[in-house]
């Protein structure tokens, strides 16, 4: 089946139990059992079934069917939000004295995550993704898990992952990536490698920024050294599972960082038209990106234009196309500031992943914690806009752009 397809028709259809051709809203927050022996099964992990939301809904459980589905896993745990899944996917295999490798170019909230954990004494060492020796030399004996995102944000650097994932796997460890940026619709982190895939689902997946929620999505192929990872080891007795299973009984439920049936359903709505969305948002950035990038003054990274030193890995790795996002450099803060001000389509907004253009200034703002080194490391500049293009028409962005531009005076001596 073709991506499209797939998605509508690849998991379990509507609601059987009714024939409601989407699953409906269980806006409930438990469920009834006919007997007392029943809800002591349910409880034992003996029956399936409901019974209480923060556990698991029928709405969230279609959500995470099609999740799995979409990402070619084995299971999802579906969250309150993308940083409820990366934290719970971390605090399930790390404990205190371990340490984590990550890409330095990562989203602000979770570079603010990882410095959270030193509480708890989880150590965190940011590498250049880019310097695979730096990567393997940052591995030691307590590292318990390998952490990038598909395509970083706002660095746009692309994430080899097939490369990332053997030098993992050699060290007896996991890959974890970040697809929030690319989505499946771009590459499939499991199918390349990796072993368990993130998705800030408040993004594309949701599409038109409706609800905050976030995926993990679990590939079932990891095996977990029972040394290593003490904590799995009860529940190797669930094979490919064991991680799942482990998070669900666990840290998931315990932790109560739970989706709400309603954003599972608004999900589900928008997670309809991934493909078609996608396709529009990154043919746009594509055309804006290069059209934008002939200005004078105008410094345009996007990993679709041939400047961009990941474009061969984009090329790659990615399905022909090379994400929604860019980021432009106008020569000061005062320009880009005018710029945003003055544009009349995209609105000002730290988000990405919406139907609507969107821009952002990074560095007075997601990564405003940020020190001066993480800046650098992160690409985030004092005259840098990032812009989330949307499925408006081209035509109309680009004179927005344009028109904002030269007005600003950028590219004037
Ligand atoms: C937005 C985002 C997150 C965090 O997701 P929330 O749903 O806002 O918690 C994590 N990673 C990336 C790459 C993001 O863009």
């Not at 990402?71 to 409820?84: D, Q, R």
């Not at 030691?140 to 650097?157: H, Q, S, V």
């Not at 976030?214 to 977990?224: A, C, M, N, P, R």
């Amino acid at each position: 089946m073709g991506f499209n397809t797939e998605l509508l028709h690849g998991a379990k259809e509507g609601d059987p139990a009714t024939g409601a051709t989407l699953t409906p809203v269980y806006q409930s927050s438990a469920f009834y059992q006919p007997s007392a022996e029943q809800h002591e099964k349910l409880f034992n992990n003996k029956a399936n079934g409901y019974s209480y939301t923060r556990i698991n809904n029928p709405t969230i459980a279609a959500f995470e069917e099609r999740m799995t589905v979409l990402e070619k896993g084995l299971a999802s745990v579906a969250c309150s939000s993308g940083m409820a899944a990366i934290t719970d996917t971390l605090l399930n295999i790390v404990g205190a004295g371990n340490e984590i490798v990550t890409s330095n170019s990562l989203y602000g909230g979770t570079i603010d995550l990882f410095h959270d954990l030193e509480a708890f004494g989880i150590t965190t060492r940011f590498v250049d993704g880019a310097d695979l020796g730096e990567v393997e030399s940052a591995i030691n004996d307590k590292t318990r898990a390998i952490f990038a995102e598909t395509i970083g944000n706002p660095k746009l650097d692309v994430t080899d992952i097939p490369v990332w994932a053997k030098l993992a796997h050699d060290h007896g460890l996991p890959l974890i990536i970040d697809n929030t940026v690319a989505t499946a619709f771009l590459v499939k982190p499991l199918t390349l490698g990796a072993d368990i895939v993130i998705n800030s689902t408040s993004k594309y997946v949701n599409g038109n920024s409706s609800a905050i929620s976030g995926v993990i999505t679990d590939s079932g192929k990891f095996k977990w050294d029972a040394g290593r990872y003490p904590g799995l080891k009860p529940y190797a007795k669930f094979g490919p599972f064991a991680f799942t299973a482990k998070l669900r009984n666990g840290l998931f439920r315990n932790m109560g960082a739970c989706m709400a049936p309603q954003t599972a359903f608004y999900n589900l709505v928008g997670m309809e038209t991934l493909g078609l969305r996608m396709e529009r948002a990154c043919d746009n950035a594509a055309q804006l990106a290069a059209y934008l990038d002939l200005l004078p003054g105008v410094n345009v990274n996007y990993p679709g234009l041939a400047s961009s030193p990941w474009y061969d890995t984009a090329t790659r790795l990615l399905n022909g196309r090379y994400g929604a996002i860019f980021t432009l450099r106008v020569g000061s803060k005062d320009k880009a500031f005018a710029i945003m001000n003055s544009l009349k389509i995209p609105m000002i907004v730290s988000n990405i992943g919406d139907t609507k253009t969107l821009i952002v200034h990074p560095s007075s703002t997601l990564s405003a914690h940020s020190t001066e080194q993480e800046k650098k490391d992160a690409a985030v500049y004092d005259d840098m806009i990032r812009v989330s293009v949307g499925i408006e028409d081209i035509e109309d962005l680009i004179h927005d752009f344009e028109a904002a531009i030269v007005g600003a005076g950028v590219g004037e001596s």
